[in-house]
């Protein structure tokens, strides 16, 4: 069995973090957590340190934070 290696594990990390935010961002549990998201999309397209994610995913923050902004109507 071959173990993966650090770029895809990092990579991975990244995919679910991401994938977390834009959930929380779209449909979150409270309004403070959709906040929160909707907050850390806006700083990583601003190039926040949040940015960082998007790089290691290999995504472009301002595409997805228009999308999101697009479907909550922010």
Same mark, same amino acid.
């Given at each position: 069995?071959?173990?993966?290696?650090?770029?895809?594990?990092?990579? %991975?990390?990244?995919? #679910?973090? /991401?994938?977390?935010?834009? /959930?929380?961002?779209?449909?979150? =549990?409270?309004?403070?957590?959709?906040?929160?998201?909707?907050? =850390? =999309? %806006?700083?990583? #397209?601003?190039?926040?340190?949040? @940015?960082?994610? =998007?790089?290691? #995913?290999?995504?472009?923050?301002?595409?997805?934070?228009?999308?999101?902004? @697009? @479907? &909550?109507? &922010?």
């Amino acid at each position: 069995m071959e173990t993966p290696d650090t770029q895809s594990v990092y990579r %991975r990390l990244a995919l #679910a973090v /991401l994938v977390r935010a834009a /959930l929380d961002a779209l449909k979150p =549990f409270s309004s403070a957590l959709q906040k929160d998201a909707q907050d =850390f =999309f %806006r700083r990583a #397209a601003e190039g926040g340190p949040e @940015r960082a994610w =998007f790089a290691i #995913a290999g995504i472009q923050p301002q595409k997805l934070y228009s999308e999101i902004r @697009r @479907r &909550c109507e &922010c």
